[in-house]
């Protein structure tokens, strides 16, 4: 999924690689908030971002970084750290491999098309049925794209009077994406 956006890919490049940015982009309502401000600043990076799922409740998602080429490329492996409930509702034990990423192209020195991608090729076969190959967070990439937009004319407009300000849209902690989704089916 993919869309142009008034910026730099410097600027965009930078929000992405800072986890405590991943609430406010996020387009699913799903991640809450971060371990830490640290930035995301090469392959092999591990950073925790809090989660809500509409089965499982809260938990803590380890994503670890796998490729990183600045201003061009982020992708993480997202990998199971704690579930209020131990297992998934099926209670699969098989892998769950998956990534989800980034990847930006200036067309210019201010507008950049940035591409959200998620890679479901890896999940076990109930689970890859289940994101539907991915198309399932067609939606939320959807919207992720546009949060980031905002973000980016936030911080752009900001830059003249308190760099790094807070953004201005609260973080979504009740929706249910899953219900979404199945009533747009």
């Known amino acids: 999924m993919s869309r142009d956006i008034a910026g730099s890919a410097e600027t965009i490049f930078a929000l992405l690689a800072n986890p405590s940015m ?3 982009i996020d387009g699913t309502g799903m991640a809450q908030s971060a371990d830490d401000n640290s930035n995301i600043t090469k392959v092999g990076d591990v950073f925790v971002m ?3 799922h509409w089965n499982l409740g809260d938990y803590g998602m380890e994503n670890h970084v796998v490729e990183f080429v600045p201003h061009e ?4 492996q997202p990998l199971r750290h704690t579930y209020q409930h131990s297992e998934f509702p099926s209670g699969e034990n098989m892998s769950t491999t998956r990534y989800w990423g980034w990847e930006l192209e200036p067309l210019g020195p201010e507008l950049t098309r940035v591409t959200e991608f998620y890679d479901a090729s890896h999940l076990f076969e109930g689970l890859r049925e289940f994101v539907k190959d991915g198309e399932f967070w067609r939606k939320g990439m959807v919207e992720s794209l546009e949060n980031l937009e905002k973000l980016v004319t936030t911080v752009a407009s900001s ?3 308190s760099k790094g300000a ?3 849209r609260e973080v979504t902690k009740t929706r249910n994406y899953f219900q979404e989704v199945q009533a747009e089916a």
């Not at 490329?73 to 993480?76: G, S, T």
């Open 73 to 76: 490329r982020i992708v993480w």
């Open 50 to 52: 809090h989660m809500t």
């Open 166 to 168: 807070a953004p201005i």
């Open 159 to 161: 830059e003249g009077t």
């Open 22 to 24: 991943h609430p406010y």
